[in-house]
């Protein structure tokens, strides 16, 4: 499914601010983690129940292989 989320990569750092995005939630790979695609990049996200949206991780939670739980 595509959602908004807030993707790592796109970080506002001047102004330390997280930025919205369009990510695909592909499949929960666990306790709230998730397996994600951005601009083609496969990676790890997370919901965040306070805010009600997904974090992305398109910098340090690169998947290169099939991810299964």
Do not use: P, W
Not at 39 to 66: H, L, S
């Amino acid at each position: 499914m595509k959602v908004k989320a807030y993707i790592h990569s796109l970080k506002d750092h001047e102004h330390d601010r997280h930025v919205l995005g369009e990510a695909e939630i592909i499949e929960c790979i666990g306790d709230n983690r998730y397996l994600a695609e951005v601009n083609g990049v496969r990676c790890t996200a997370i919901f965040n129940f306070f805010t009600g949206a997904y974090y992305v991780d398109d910098v340090y939670g690169i998947q290169k292989e099939a991810v299964n739980g």
